[in-house]
């Protein structure tokens, strides 16, 4: 059985600075950024807030997602926010509850 996987976009706020990585524990990972210690990038471009992210049944496949994402024009994944999340919310207190 494969183990579930999560693709993620963190923000330094609306419109700001993003960081977009992949996670088999979502609530853990997102905690590590909020908390300055999810990456050297996350931390020095304060990117501790949780916009958007998407549920795979395989880490692999949530993998190959992030991939093809990286190669994304900044205005895709802003508008792929924008879609799912248009106020900006940070979701890490719907994920953690």
């Known amino acids: 059985m494969s183990k579930p996987g ?5 923000a330094s706020g609306h419109n700001g600075t993003l960081y977009l990585g992949v996670t088999s524990n979502l609530v853990k990972r997102v905690w590590q950024h909020r908390n300055g210690f999810g990456s050297e990038f996350s931390a020095e471009y304060a990117c501790r807030f949780l916009v958007w992210y998407e549920a795979h049944d395989d880490l692999q496949e949530a993998r190959q997602r992030e991939f093809r994402m990286k190669k994304w024009k900044r205005d895709w994944k802003l508008r ?7 106020d900006w919310q940070d979701l890490f207190v719907s994920i953690a509850a």
């Open 80 to 86: 792929l926010i924008e879609d799912h999340n248009p």
């Open 6 to 10: 999560y693709v993620y976009l963190m």
